[in-house]
Structures are given as structure tokens and as C-alpha cells.
């Protein structure tokens, strides 16, 4: 991207000139080290910013679906045969490469997303963390021996699924490439990423760069395209060995039952309507600032935020009265400047979600508490057709409201009262969701009770959204199922074959231990 290096603003030629830049022949799907264009139906790129088309590419159809799964295989082949060491040192030097050519990525991220610039490159940074980290997994995969009667020596073998297809989507399109490629990798599976249709060129420059970093032609491949027919196509297809699949609950379902018909298994990380939960013996204002990073970085586009605040009684309106001045004073503004904070949402499909789930709030008798008005500066720009939602707190969100269980996936939170802890963690899991949570409270006992009591995959006490790769991360129920980070998820990408050896001399018998 030696051309454009440093836009100064986001615009539809911003983001044309960008993905220019990184791509001279067009946007197209990945396979064996190179971009092959499409030959389907046109798909329209819109820059979120200013609500202007940027780019078009074309689907692969089914004839590039089943070309990317050969390549696949035949990348899985080459790369499950290598050791585990050889395959550590060249995930090391993707890690390495990521950071060489982080600012690049982080303004592709931005520009073609709408995501803040800040946001993208604390994002190309967790990246590369996740390569370094998996790449010290990926030499140390090892089976078990284990005593069973009779004249036998049997062990246990990890041995990768073979290619692995992670549909990944587009609030976080480079961050969930990278957080769902590199632990199969380690493992010695080939990765095919399908990301979102409307955020693909991240992910497209990730495998190109994990491509000149020494991974085998094959290896890393990404399926660009729609979900009705790349999607379904690899989903549904024996040649793959697993699925992941970051998204909704209707879509993650759907991408299940495709699998599970074709005996292949998946890995789901869904939704969420997560509850943070404030004591009136808590630190206020950090709790303040603590709501404040749940649901409005990332414009509320993140399946942990924070979307409900219950708040014990006697400071709430104390607490709704701190969230709501500091939300005032986010700026909210152009993705590719260094001061904004809150960008637009990324979809014009989410954009109409997102707005009529505000008015569904208001009317189930939620109380607006923060402006809905744009900045003078962003609504006389030329960004001001793009879709911008500005920090909103409702109040009063009961258990009537439609806004208490159905996720927004915006900047969007919905406070209310509550009078005991048993109040508390009943109104945390009334909801089918059970991916996150948090509570604030200086009482020791407290914290490790509620947090105990509360359903979700990942709960934090005087604290909100941190993550890690090498943490476990999933959900409860409608959150989906398995783990997608943490050394156990090498588990997930492996399978356990037993291997048995008689130490009888030949020609001895042989007891049976079948069944």
C-alpha cells in the first residue's frame, strides 16, 4: 500500500484508493497464494461513513467454492505432514509480518468498515499476539500413553480435522480472521475464511501476508462471496473436516444443521445481551467509565457489550446521571481520524435494525436519556448520509421492554433498578443469551457469588471486556457452544486417535478387549 499510506478522511474515493492500493486487480477470493476474481453475481461495498457504494467484486458461485476446497485439501495435505516445529517457526514469522505491515492493515480495516483507526490497529495488534501465541502451541500437541490390561503398549495421537472453514462477520472482520485461523493452524489444519460479503479485504491482505510469511500455497485460503451459495457450499461439504462460525443465532443455527447433515461438527460463538450488574457500595465512577467501554467502543458492534445496566436502587439514578455525561463527551466522527472514539455502524442493514430497536425501546416505555442529535461538525460534513448512531442510554428498561433480551448490536443500553442481589442475577439470566457479564461491588463475597450465579461464558468483576487469546472465550445457550481461544481450543482443531502395539512375542495370544 505504498501509495496511500495516511488518509486523512473516510469517503467512498478514500476507501476506493485504499483497496486499490492493496489489491491493483480487484477484490476476489484467495486460494493458492493469489487473488482469483469471481465470475457470480456483483456485490456492492458501501463505505459506512458516508453511505456510498466504493467497490463492487463478484461471488465465486459453487465452481469457486469447490476450486478453493481443492486447494484446501490439498494445502492440508502439505501442512499436516510438516512437524510441529517447522509449522511453529513459520507462524512466528506471520506473527512477525502482521506487525511489519500493522498501520497498513489498520487503514484498510478502517477505510473499508468505518471501524476508528484506533480501534483497527489495537486490533492488528491482538492479531499478531494470536500468531506468536499459537505458534508456541503448535510444537507442543501431545498424545497420552495409557495402561490397559493385557500385553499391549497403546497411545494416544492428536491429529488435525483437515480443512476447517470459519465464517467470520463483519463487526470485527481482520480481529475474528486472525482469532479463527491461527490456533487450526497450529494445529496442522488448513483454514478457509468466508468473511462477511460486505467487509472481505482484511481478511483477503491477512492470508496474503500469512502467504509471503512462508505458509504453503493452500494452507490459508479466503472464500469471498455470499452466504447462500460460498457459505452454504462449504458448509455443507464432506471435503471439510470442522466449522466455526461467528454471528447470529438464526444464521449460527442454520450453518449447524447444514453441518450436522453433512456429519461435519461446528464450533458456534453467537449472540449476546449481557448485564452489567453496579452495587451501590462500588466505585461509581469507574463503574461509570466500565459502562461506558461495555457498549459504545465499537459502536455497540460486539457480541459481549454490555447492553444492560441494572443498577441497585439507591444510586441509580446516580449511575444514569455519570453514563449519560460521559457519553455526551465521546466523539463520535470520522473512522480514519486518531480522536474518534464511536464510528458508524458498519451495515445499512444493521443501521435500520439498530434505529427501529431504539424506537421499540422508547415505546415499551424506555426513557431516552442521552441526545440523538449529530455533532454540528459531522452533520454539515460530507459524511453526514452515513450510518450514525449516536451513544444512546434508555432508562427504565423493565423486563416488559423488547430491549431486555433481544440484541441490538449498536450503541444502544438499556438501564434499570434493581432492589437485592437475587433480583440482580434473576434479571441477568432472564435471557436465553449466556455470553458475558460483569459486576461491580467492593464486596469480595459478592463479586465471587454473582459472578458464580450469573450464566455466561465470560464474566468479569470491576470490569468489562477484556479479553485474550489465551483465555477460553464462548457462550451459554442461544451464545452458542465450544470455546474458540485458550489452549483448549487445540482440542477442538484435533482429533484423538488410539494406537495400540502388542509386546507379546509373535504368535502368542492375544486377549480381546473389543466390545
Known amino acids: 500500500m505504498s501509495t496511500i499510506t495516511a488518509p486523512t478522511s473516510s469517503s467512498a474515493a478514500t476507501a476506493r484508493a485504499v483497496l486499490v492500493a492493496a489489491f491493483p486487480k480487484g477484490l476476489g477470493a484467495f486460494l493458492d497464494g493469489r487473488t482469483v476474481p469471481g465470475s457470480g453475481e456483483g456485490i456492492t461495498l458501501t463505505a459506512a461513513a458516508t453511505g456510498e457504494p466504493f467497490a463492487t467484486y463478484a461471488d465465486p458461485g459453487a465452481e469457486g467454492a469447490d476450486a478453493i476446497l481443492e486447494s484446501s485439501v490439498a494445502g492440508a495435505k502439505t501442512w499436516g505432514e510438516m512437524n510441529g516445529f517447522d509449522r511453529a517457526a513459520i507462524l512466528r514469522n506471520v506473527s512477525r509480518t502482521v506487525e511489519a505491515h500493522a498501520e497498513e492493515l489498520a487503514i484498510l480495516e478502517s477505510a473499508t468498515t468505518g471501524k476508528p483507526i484506533r480501534d483497527a490497529r489495537g486490533e492488528v495488534a491482538k492479531v499478531a499476539e494470536m500468531f506468536g501465541y499459537y505458534a508456541g502451541w503448535a510444537d507442543k500437541l501431545t498424545g497420552q500413553t495409557i495402561p490397559v490390561p ?102 449460527g443455527r442454520r450453518v449447524a444443521v447444514a453441518a450436522a447433515q453433512a456429519g461435519i461438527p461446528a464450533l458456534l460463538e453467537l449472540g449476546g445481551k449481557s448485564a452489567n450488574i453496579v452495587f451501590a457500595d462500588a466505585d461509581l465512577e469507574r463503574a461509570a467509565d466500565g459502562a461506558i467501554a461495555a457498549i459504545f467502543s ?81 452533520a454539515g460534513s460530507s459524511l453526514a448520509g452515513g450510518h450514525w448512531v449516536m451513544p444512546t442510554l434508555l432508562d427504565g428498561v423493565t423486563p416488559q421492554n423488547r430491549l431486555e433480551t433481544t440484541e441490538v448490536f449498536g450503541p444502544v443500553v438499556g438501564a434499570d433498578a434493581f432492589d437485592t442481589e437475587a433480583e440482580a442475577i434473576a434479571r441477568a439470566n432472564n435471557t436465553n443469551f449466556g455470553l458475558a457479564g460483569a459486576v461491580w461491588t467492593s464486596d469480595v463475597s459478592r463479586a465471587h457469588h454473582v459472578a458464580r450465579q450469573v450464566k455466561a461464558g465470560t464474566f468479569w468483576i470491576n470490569s468489562y471486556k477484556t479479553i485474550h487469546v489465551a483465555v477460553p472465550f464462548g457462550g451459554f445457550g442461544d451464545s452458542g457452544h465450544g470455546r474458540s481461544s485458550g489452549p483448549g481450543v487445540l482440542d477442538e482443531y484435533t482429533q484423538t486417535k488410539a494406537i495400540w502395539v502388542p509386546t507379546r512375542a509373535a504368535g502368542a495370544p492375544f486377549p480381546s478387549l473389543s466390545y
Open 150 to 251: 493385557g500385553p499391549w503398549h497403546t497411545y494416544t495421537e492428536r491429529v488435525p480435522w483437515g480443512v476447517v472453514v470459519a465464517i467470520t462477520p463483519w463487526n470485527a472482520p481482520l480481529f475474528t480472521a486472525g482469532w479463527n485461523s491461527a490456533a487450526p493452524l497450529a494445529a496442522g489444519n488448513a483454514v478457509i475464511i468466508k468473511p462477511s460479503e460486505f467487509t472481505p479485504a482484511s481478511s483477503i491482505r491477512l492470508a496474503q501476508l500469512a502467504h509471503e510469511a512462508g505458509l504453503p500455497a493452500g494452507v490459508f485460503n479466503v472464500a469471498t462471496g455470499l452466504g447462500q451459495t460460498v457459505g452454504a457450499a462449504l458448509t455443507s461439504d464432506r471435503r471439510v473436516g470442522k466449522v466455526s462460525f461467528i454471528g447470529s443465532v438464526p444464521t
Open 298 to 378: 465499537g459502536a455497540g458492534q460486539s457480541c459481549v457489550a454490555g447492553s444492560r445496566l441494572l443498577v441497585e436502587r439507591s444510586v441509580h439514578a446516580r449511575v444514569v446521571e455519570l453514563v449519560a455525561q460521559r457519553a455526551a463527551r465521546l466523539r463520535v466522527g470520522d473512522p480514519l481520524s486518531a480522536d474518534t472514539e464511536v464510528g458508524p455502524i458498519i451495515t445499512a442493514q444493521q443501521f435500520a435494525t439498530v434505529t427501529s430497536l431504539i424506537e421499540a425501546g422508547i415505546n415499551d416505555g424506555g426513557r431516552r436519556v442521552t441526545s440523538g442529535t449529530l455533532p454540528d461538525a459531522l
